[in-house]
């Protein structure tokens, strides 16, 4: 076992690696885009003196890298100088430091500072959202891991028959489809026609479980229809793949049930390969879903990320980035570490 | 192992025929076999690859392969027909009254269950017995089958248990549910002949303690006359002959069956000792490699003399096949050199020069996956002679046609074929010529014969042989049967844990006094003697119980 906790120190270590790359790209791609934060901000009011004057407040004046290591917390978070020639920056505004005292308050100090648009800290800003994604991605895995197991086990079982087929059609019909236009669909259907579901998924934090799961159901549905496919036809291609096998023709000569031939024998040691596109998929559900969100007016990251994009509110964008690679980072790790232990040979050597 | 014969009998086979589809038509594997077997009673099936033994093996439990499909004839198991029986009805008869050995044990356990579970799982889901009761008969089983710790080894994952104990725990796992019927096929096959003895002599023993009747499927003469009571000739899916294993080793009736007896008979004629002064082709001296720190190879050293052939015999995980690499450059030893013909070879084969690459080529034991697949026999023959010789054109052409002929295969026929389109043997012959493209000094073969026919390999070694004469040859022959040994070596060297254990000229060494482990080897080949295996395991334990005294 002590191999597979160095495998996850090692590449948990890696993974804050990743990070470090991930936000260094971020910031400097946001760079890259015309106008910052003040033009946008102002937008057609903006005039040289204004811009500057924001510009001087928030610091956006300096130099990036300078910015960059502030944000990190490599460098003191009081660099920048008001319009009065007073020193202020993130650490004076938040308290910590004094122009007299400095003091390190970025990202390594687990402060993800303020957004530059409302002022509120980004962790907070964050915390409902974070949330919320969070709810919908585990809501739609919780139907779609199931369902597409299942349908990939019947459908290995039944492999070339009717059911497989259409099965298989129907889930790459699904897949193919952009998901904005499931999405209309499902609401055509399922809202507009019927009016069974909610059209608009506007959870707050206040609303309940059930409620949430309710006005949830659409967008989670959506999702499941648009990740379906690739676990599914995984599934029944992993498991069909091993049906050659020996040992699949010895539990066959051994009197076992076909359904017991599969699950049994074939599934557990087809694992590795899907719990990895799984956690693809799991990945895809977090950071992938901004178009669903946009469709049923979800309050989630993906939205969050869009908007901060537009207005250049960089801490937001750093700290959605960094949580989608994190995102990335964990369930791979998660996936490699569970296709590790589903394979003995791996766990006992020797 | 005599069977106690009743009237009617257990299975019956009338007239069977077995289908296997082929591209769009379906082509005959067995053609109206008629079989009979009574309780207690072990029947032989043999024949090469081809003949359709294993087809017939499964076809005694219903079972028929993917795209396979009995076409005629009947199968009757204990008064049940089983070409007409539900899928349900054969199920409850696998596993629980008609159980199956496979051939590589390593590879028909589920690599993600405990041995005990994959044990369980018959008696549990037949209803047999609940699972507390079948671990306790597993341990029983598993000590009848002589498993190392019987207490704890069905605890184990297959990967953690070596072949001979697999195969042995496969044996205890058909004797699960005790079933009237248990087919073996070719159980002892993938084993080491030490191993091979140990499986053989549990396997008898425990068929003969719960009186199980066994079709026991082998290619192997001598292993089938240890073990059956009858045996039965299989030829192209047609029965050559059937007969008492004492009639039919005495005196077999068919040309066939003769020419199967009589194919050990191959023996070049010994060539005279090398002059004292003889420069070898090869030099292996003071050989110690491995991987890592591991060591594989101990101070391995012999000479290999133009014109003649070294046997390098061992059991698997000797070192054979590593000696091999060092040579070939793939893996640089620790300590020792390779001299070619008095120059001394840099340990890696990137470092060497082409010439000094060409003059060492290899030809492996699975010639299927040494082909590219891909590549037509005139670019698989042609490489080595454009790379090696630099020829080209009508020069090459010609050069392949050469190569072709010397392998005794038509080239007009065969030049443009892929390797899909040739037989075992075939295939085997290219890899002969792939390797005398570049015009060597020196070739490796390892294990060329082991995953063919008799016959075949048989024709293989002739070829080996008459190439040998006329390129003036120097041969490093890897195998792991001794019979290969006798008929080809000139020299043997015996491998054992990375050691070299015994070496000299063939006649010294395969005459006494031997080596303990030679002699092991030795006397673990089984013999065409019915009484071969039993008079083994008499001396051996005669000769233990005079040690321990």
């Known amino acids: 076992m002590s191999h597979i906790l160095i495998m996850i120190a090692k590449r948990l270590a890696f993974g804050v690696l990743t990070l470090f790359f ?150 790459l019909t699904s897949i193919s489809f952009p998901e904005f236009f499931v999405a209309y669909i499902l609401i055509f259907w399922l809202a507009g026609m019927g009016g069974l579901f909610p059209s608009m998924a506007t959870i707050r934090p206040a609303t309940d479980f059930a409620e949430k799961l309710y006005l949830a159901f659409l967008p989670a549905l959506t999702l499941t229809l648009v ?124 | 192992m005599t069977g106690t014969a009743s009237d009617t009998p257990l299975l019956t086979m009338h007239g069977l025929s077995i289908e296997g589809r082929a591209e769009d038509s379906w082509t005959g594997i067995v053609n109206g076999i008629d079989l009979e077997l009574h309780r207690g009673e072990v029947l032989g099936l043999i024949g090469e690859s081809g003949a359709g033994k294993s087809t017939l093996g499964l076809a005694a439990m219903g079972f028929t392969r993917d795209g396979c499909r009995i076409s005629g004839g009947e199968i009757v198991f204990d008064g049940i027909d089983l070409t007409t029986a539900s899928e349900a009805k054969k199920r409850h008869l696998r596993g629980a009254r008609i159980a199956y050995v496979a051939q590589s044990a390593a590879a028909s356990f589920n690599p993600a269950h405990k041995l005990m579970d994959q044990y369980c799982e018959g008696p549990v889901q037949h209803g047999v017995m609940g699972r507390a009761e079948a671990r306790k008969d597993a341990v029983d089983l598993y000590r009848r089958m002589q498993l190392p710790d019987p207490e704890n080894i069905g605890f184990r994952y297959p990967h953690q248990v ?102 050990r008979s191959h023996a070049r004629a010994q060539q005279p000792p090398v002059a004292g002064d003889a420069v070898p082709v090869v030099s292996v001296q003071n050989i110690t490699a491995g991987y890592g720190t591991l060591n594989v190879l101990e101070n391995v050293g012999f000479d290999i003399h133009a014109r003649r052939t070294v046997a390098v015999v061992g059991e698997s995980g000797s070192g054979k096949s590593t000696t091999a690499r060092v040579i070939t450059g793939l893996l640089p030893p620790h300590q020792g050199r390779i001299v070619f013909e008095g120059e001394v070879l840099p340990p890696d084969y990137r470092r060497r020069s082409r010439d000094q690459l060409r003059q060492a080529q290899m030809i492996y034991q699975m010639a299927d996956t040494a082909l590219n697949p891909k590549l037509r026999i005139r670019e698989v023959i042609g490489r080595p002679a454009q790379m090696y010789l ?83 040859l120097a041969y490093m022959f890897i195998t792991h049967d001794l019979a290969t040994v006798k008929a080809i070596a000139d020299e043997v060297v015996v491998m054992k844990e990375g050691r070299v254990i015994e070496q000299g000229p063939k006649p010294q060494v395969f005459a006494p006094p031997h080596d303990p482990y030679t002699e092991l080897l030795l006397s673990s080949v089984p013999e065409m003697d019915p009484d071969w295996l039993t008079d083994l395991l008499q001396d051996r334990a005669d000769a233990e119980r005079c040690a321990r005294q």
């Open chain 2, 390 to 472: 630099g020829l080209r054109g009508k020069a090459l052409e010609a050069r392949i046609r050469d190569l072709l002929s010397l392998i005794e295969l038509e080239p007009d026929a065969y030049i443009d074929r892929l390797p899909s389109e040739l037989s075992g043997g075939q295939k085997q012959r290219i890899g002969i010529a792939r390797a005398l493209a570049a015009e060597p000094r020196f070739i490796i073969c390892d294990e060329v014969t082991s995953a063919l026919d008799q016959l075949v390999a048989e024709g293989i070694l002739k070829l080996l042989d008459k190439l040998q004469s006329e390129f003036d």
């Open chain 1, 22 to 171: 991930v936000s260094i790209l971020i910031f400097g791609a946001t760079e890259l885009l015309p106008g910052d934060f003040a033009e946008e901000f102002l937008g057609q009011s903006a005039t040289p003196e204004t811009v500057a004057a924001i510009r001087r407040q928030l610091g956006l004046n300096l130099p990036m890298h300078i910015r960059y290591g502030e944000w990190l917390g490599i460098l003191p978070g009081w660099t920048s100088m008001n319009a009065e020639g007073v020193l202020t920056g993130r650490c004076i505004e938040a308290g910590i430091a004094t122009a007299d005292a400095p003091a390190y308050c970025g990202v390594l100090q687990g402060d993800f500072g303020n957004s530059l648009s409302n002022r509120r800290p980004v962790a907070e800003l964050l915390g409902t959202r974070l949330g919320n994604t969070l709810f919908l991605a585990l809501y739609a895995a919780a139907i779609a891991v199931p369902l597409s197991l299942m349908l990939g086990i019947l459908a290995a079982l039944f492999r070339n028959s009717v059911f497989d087929r259409v099965v298989n059609a129907s889930a």
């Open chain 2, 162 to 263: 070596s072949g001979g104990q697999l195969q042995r725990a496969m044996t205890a796992m058909a004797m699960s549910c005790r079933p009237d019927l248990i087919i073996f096929d070719e159980p002892t096959t993938a084993l080491d002949v030490t191993t091979q003895i140990e499986v053989l002599a549990a396997i008898r023993k425990i068929v003969d303690e719960f009186d199980t009747a066994a079709i026991y499927i082998t290619h192997d003469l001598a292993v089938v006359a240890q073990m059956a009571d009858r045996i039965k000739v299989l030829l192209k899916g047609d029965e050559v002959e059937e007969a008492d294993t004492r009639t039919m080793l005495a005196a077999p009736k068919e040309d066939y069956t003769r020419s199967l007896w009589a194919v």
């Open chain 1, 227 to 350: 990740v379906t496919a690739h676990m599914m036809r995984m599934t029944r291609a992993a498991i069909i793949n091993l049906l050659a096998s020996p040992y699949i023709e010895m539990a066959r000569l051994k009197g076992m049930s076909p359904i017991r031939v599969i699950v049994r024998h074939a599934l557990p040691n087809a694992l590795a390969p899907i719990i990895n596109v799984i956690a693809l998929n799991l990945a895809y559900l977090i950071t992938g879903v901004v178009v669903v969100e946009v469709v049923f007016v979800y309050p989630g990251l993906g939205q969050l990320m869009v908007d901060s994009v537009a207005a250049r509110d960089m801490p937001v964008v750093q700290a959605v980035a960094l949580i989608f690679a994190a995102a990335y980072v964990l369930l791979n790790l998660t996936a490699d570490v569970l296709a590790t232990l589903s394979n003995p040979r791996l766990v006992k050597r020797g």
